[in-house]
């Protein structure tokens, strides 16, 4: 079992900068896939960014590409989320979301094993 824990959320106004963590418990972090998603009140929760489990390759999706870099640390077991120029439209709940495997990228939930609590962004205008 995987445990991932969001942290890095809040309030900020549009133009601002928040960089998101998301911990996970285990030793076989370096073996996983992961992603963050995120859902606004009244939607889908959408693919936002992924990466492989070593790093070596991303992918964003396009509403948030040019602002948003998604990478991670394997020696610290975290992943992270660094979104630049926000934007009010970024508003959501952002969750963290781990695969079981992944040299290659994954980008529908249906495709992740292991979900965070999520965290809350609000960027006011």
């Known amino acids: 079992q995987v445990q991932l824990v969001e942290s890095g959320g809040g309030l900020v106004q549009a133009g601002g900068s928040l960089r998101l963590s998301c911990a996970a418990s285990?030793?076989?972090?370096?073996?996983?896939?992961m992603g963050w998603f995120r859902q606004a009140p009244g939607k889908e929760r959408e693919f936002v960014a992924t990466?492989?489990?070593?790093?070596?390759?991303?992918h964003v999706a396009d509403s948030v590409k040019g602002r948003f870099t998604i990478s991670r640390d394997n020696a610290e077991n975290t992943v992270y989320l660094q979104m630049n120029s926000l934007k009010p439209e970024d508003t959501a709940v952002y969750y963290c979301?781990?695969?079981?495997?992944?040299?290659?990228?994954?980008?529908?939930?249906?495709?992740?094993?292991?979900w965070g609590q999520g965290t809350q962004v609000t960027v006011s205008s």
């Open positions: 979301a781990a695969r079981r495997d992944g040299s290659i990228l994954y980008f529908l939930p249906s495709h992740y094993d292991y």
């Open positions: 285990g030793r076989t972090f370096s073996s996983r896939a």
């Open positions: 990466i492989s489990r070593s790093g070596g390759s991303t």
